[in-house]
């Protein structure tokens, strides 16, 4: 067992050295952004730490693919998150009030409420809206990778920071 660790340290210290500046160059290219390439690379290789592949044959194929899907896994959670907050804005109001001065006080309401969700961190943003269109536990958790278990949690603590949004806010006018 020592020997097959110490086999894929080497492994993955050659490994880097050769493709390392590539596949940065390559998640770079992909992503726009430098910071997020590498992440995913850096994701990609703790990846190969914890659950090497079975066969080392061709390790740099593997590792492209593997840092392809973190890039692909983070752009899915944050078209996620996106379409809910976009949805928010498309979304009928409960009562459409005749009365302007009731439309005013109405839209200015859902803009505090906007952004008081702007100011949450993506998670608890995520959390909080997915709860609102009743998504379960599992999807949530499955969303924000986490454990089912932990979302309620999660959920009553985005649930504080946002009321804490909403009173800092309404003290502010």
Not at 89 to 110: K, M, W
Request: aromatic letters at 6%.
């Amino acid at each position: 067992m020592a020997g097959t660790m110490r086999l894929y340290a080497v492994d993955l210290n050659s490994l880097y050295s050769e493709h390392n500046e590539a596949l940065l160059r390559y998640l770079t290219r992909l992503t726009g952004d430098s910071d997020s390439a590498a992440d995913a690379a850096q994701e990609a290789y703790t990846r190969m730490l914890a659950n090497p592949p079975a066969r080392d044959d061709n390790l740099r194929a593997w590792l492209y693919t593997v840092a392809t899907n973190v890039v692909r896994d983070g752009w899915k959670k944050q078209q996620t998150a996106l379409r809910l907050v976009q949805n928010q804005d498309r979304l009928p109001s409960a009562s459409s009030p005749s009365d302007p001065h009731d439309q005013l006080e109405q839209n200015e309401r859902r803009n505090v409420v906007r952004r008081a969700l702007g100011r949450l961190s993506e998670r608890d943003r995520t959390v909080l809206l997915m709860r609102e269109e009743g998504f379960s536990h599992k999807e949530i958790a499955a969303a924000v990778d986490t454990t089912t278990k932990s979302v309620g949690t999660i959920i009553a603590r985005a649930l504080r920071k946002f009321a804490a949004e909403i009173n800092t806010m309404g003290t502010q006018t």
